[in-house]
């Protein structure tokens, strides 16, 4: 691929902490003719990496591929546009089918059982993948694993086909994501290569396929998807499946695939625990070789609380500038770090009042009128923008966040979210709305 190779030049160039905090944290989506699309973390990584890497970046791409591209940071809730133009697969120029051959491991060999770190949030989900790992098609099939951004669930998946990979070396393995898939489909039917791309993945013995929620909206997808999965499971093969949230919350997802994905074991991981946090920064220092004192790591698990990649990137970043500062890592030394760099949201845990006071502040409305019964659209669409904020900033459960909106029931919390997520994907003006929304709550 394209940008794997890409990845190996910029790894000769760049600082260790600095590769692995900035390039890493880049997922190429597609290439749109010359422009390789990477999705960035955040509105924050984005400015940074097209401030001081794009350069980096295009040069290390153009000289392992030998083409003259260029680059396109957007974030993870914005769709691609349509393009008339060819959309293909990212893939070596040498490989213009949009189809890869030999098998598709794209393992990261640094994700396994053994460097999982297992906590209350995480010990289910954990379990159970160990169960599939060690009988495929037998223990839970499909197994889903749902949860946020940067908790496990690749993780777990890698360590899956690793095992199997070790245990049972004559089975076919495959692992990608739900955006390769689609991509690889498209290509498949640009070069009218359907018949092979369906051989591709219906004949592998394990199917792991990660952000399975990116499915939703894409109809032709999903229908190659069904059939895939149907010839999979009537052959006893083992099918894996990650999403952001559970099959039910996936919008537009075609109810036949809803239910097969309910076929099986649902388990969910949470955000991890102090406990845990702490552990996760012990082994990553002890995996690197950095020395960092406990009561250190014990202090920087506290201060965050999100995920497990921003506590390892915060973690880089602080050895990182104490081995350019030629200072030693401390208490003091990590908030100074933090001070800029930690998300806001770390800071202060945003509530479901604070939604709702700023998004009635926006539109010019009272903020009685969040919970108040009105159904006018001047009332009704900033309501579901709020509970949709609510949803993604906030903990709460459906049904409480249904209370907290004037006593209605989780199933117009639901339909609001999706009803948002939908038009966020067209809607330009209302992503910028939502975007800004969220910059102020932090």
Not at 69 to 74: D, E, G, K, N, Y
Not at 117 to 134: D, K, M
Not at 300 to 317: F, K, P, W, Y
Request: charged fraction near 25%.
């Amino acid at each position: 691929m394209i940008w794997d190779a890409a990845l190996i030049a910029m790894e000769a160039q760049l600082s260790k902490p600095s590769y692995e905090t900035w390039i890493l944290s880049l997922e190429p989506v597609a290439l749109q003719q010359d422009t390789l699309i990477l999705r960035a973390a955040n509105s924050f990584n984005r400015d940074w990496l097209q401030n001081q890497y794009a350069s980096i970046i295009t040069e290390s791409l153009q000289a392992t591929s030998g083409r003259p591209l260029s680059i396109r940071f957007v974030l993870p809730y914005e769709d691609l546009e349509p393009q008339h133009e060819e959309i293909e697969e990212v893939i070596l120029p040498s490989d213009k089918n949009g189809i890869e051959d030999g098998p598709e491991y794209n393992l990261n060999p640094k994700y396994t059982f053994n460097s999982f770190v297992i906590g209350a949030s995480n010990r289910f989900a954990h379990a159970a993948s160990l169960a599939v790992a060690e009988a495929p098609a037998k223990a839970y099939n499909p197994l889903f694993i749902y949860g946020g951004v940067g908790l496990g669930k690749t993780h777990l998946m890698h360590a899956i086909g690793h095992y199997v990979l070790e245990h049972y070396p004559h089975l076919n393995v495959c692992y990608l994501s739900c955006e390769k898939f689609t991509n690889q489909f498209i290509s498949a039917i640009q070069y009218k290569r359907s018949e092979e791309f369906r051989n591709r993945y219906r004949n592998v013995d394990l199917l792991m396929v990660d952000d399975i929620q990116f499915l939703a909206g894409k109809e032709q997808t999903q229908e190659e998807f069904f059939h895939t999965f149907n010839a999979l499971h009537e052959a006893n093969k083992q099918i894996i499946l990650s999403s952001d949230r559970p099959p039910r919350e996936i919008a537009t997802l075609e109810e036949r695939l809803r239910s097969r994905f309910e076929w099986g074991l649902i388990t969910d991981i949470q955000q991890p625990d102090l406990e845990t946090r702490a552990a996760i920064l012990r082994k990553k220092s002890e995996t690197e070789n950095l020395k960092v004192d406990n009561d250190v790591l014990l202090h920087l698990a506290n201060r965050i609380n999100s995920n497990i990649r921003e506590l390892e990137g915060a973690l880089t970043r602080i050895y990182a500038y104490a081995s350019f500062a030629g200072r030693p890592i401390s208490v003091e030394l990590v908030d100074e770090v933090l001070k800029d760099t930690l998300p806001a949201e770390q800071k202060k845990q945003v509530t479901v009042e604070d939604i709702q006071l700023l998004v009635s502040q926006h539109f010019g409305l009272r903020p009685g009128d969040m919970k108040a019964k009105k159904r006018t659209r001047a009332i009704s669409h900033p309501r579901q923008i709020a509970m949709y904020l609510c949803r993604q900033l906030t903990d709460h459960s459906l049904p409480r966040l249904g209370e907290a909106f004037g006593g209605r029931d989780h199933t117009t919390v639901l339909h609001a979210c999706d009803k948002i997520e939908r038009e966020l994907a067209t809607d330009r003006e209302l992503a910028a709305v939502v975007e800004t929304l969220t910059m102020k709550l932090h």
